[in-house]
């Protein structure tokens, strides 16, 4: 039973595990006039290291930090199963540093380019005018923000979404679909952290929520593909896709966050289509994965419906 269930079984419980935890966190934060977001994180820590934190805010804060939903419901749905074998597998994956160098390559340019494209068409969008530049986080932080990145968004999602979904989903529907599913899943699991925060401030419209929605949702599939071309080439490699995902949100938060320009963020969340609708025309919908990444079955993963 729980391996015919266990794809919904794990969103739910991704949901459930992140929800509970950040949706109170941030109402408390909000009173108390903290913010909680990747930047803002990281100096809360540094906060905490030289003991300048406020003890009852600090205990709130690492539990939003150490919530890991994704990551702790795909442990727990392996548990269920998958067992012994699913964790090797995933240890397998976590450790498979060796890949084609032209993956490498894309994992660090690809977020660099849409960055710098999004700057460009957020340039134009506002009519040439200047940025009013100012970084998120201090330069002297960079690499301390970097490690907090890799450990607070990539391994508290990435153990989930691409260590135990990803592949279960691709050995039942081929690769396009199976990440217009985990694409759709994603981004509507940031809904909170994106539409709590302006809601408390008394600064969400019905425009804005609107435009949210789509964007996290259409734009979080075309990143998805991205991804699960970059998984599948590399032969399902969780480390690069780790770093990935910390590296890219490092990136996009110096330069185009850090740029105070709407327009090159809106960009950012469109720009990886892209890539992708090149990668679909290049690969097809398999985006090349091979044909023994189907073939084989993840252990507990039930046969195509």
């Not at 380019?113 to 506002?126: D, E, P, R």
């Not at 201090?138 to 990435?158: K, N, R, Y």
């Not at 490092?250 to 966050?257: A, G």
């Amino acid at each position: 039973m729980i391996r015919r269930v266990q794809i919904p079984l794990f969103f739910v419980l991704a949901y459930a595990i992140t929800w509970s935890i950040q949706i109170p966190a941030y109402v408390y934060a909000d009173r108390r006039g903290e913010r909680l977001t990747n930047e803002a994180n990281v100096v809360h820590f540094t906060d905490a290291f030289l003991g300048r934190a406020d003890p009852a805010f600090l205990g709130i804060f690492l539990l939003f930090s150490f919530s890991f939903g994704p990551t702790v419901a795909g442990l727990i749905v392996i548990a269920l199963a998958q067992g012994r074998e699913g964790f090797r597998d995933l240890g397998r994956r976590l450790a498979r540093v060796r890949v084609p160098p032209r993956f490498v390559v894309a994992v660090l340019l690809i977020p660099v380019a849409l960055s710098v494209a999004a700057l460009l068409l957020g340039y134009v969008a506002s009519g040439f005018a200047p940025f009013d530049y100012a970084p998120l986080v201090p330069f002297a932080l960079a690499l301390p923000f970097l490690l907090h990145l890799l450990v607070f968004t990539a391994v508290a999602e990435e153990i989930g979404w691409r260590g135990y979904a990803l592949p279960v989903l691709q050995r039942r529907h081929t690769a396009e679909r199976a990440s217009w599913i985990l694409g759709l899943a994603w981004g509507l699991w940031h809904l909170p952290s994106n539409l709590l925060p302006p809601l408390l401030l008394g600064q969400l419209t019905v425009p804005m929520a609107i435009a949210t929605v789509l964007g996290l949702t259409f734009g979080a599939v075309g990143w998805t593909l991205v991804i699960t071309w970059i998984f599948n080439g590399t032969g399902e490699s969780l480390f690069w896709i780790l770093v990935l995902h910390g590296f890219g949100n490092w990136v996009q938060s110096y330069l185009v966050l850090s740029s105070g320009s709407y327009p090159a963020q809106v960009a950012y969340g469109v720009l990886p289509w892209a890539i992708a609708l090149v990668l679909l025309k290049r690969y097809g919908p398999e985006l090349g994965a091979r044909p023994a990444q189907h073939a084989r079955r993840v252990p507990g993963a039930s046969s195509p419906a």
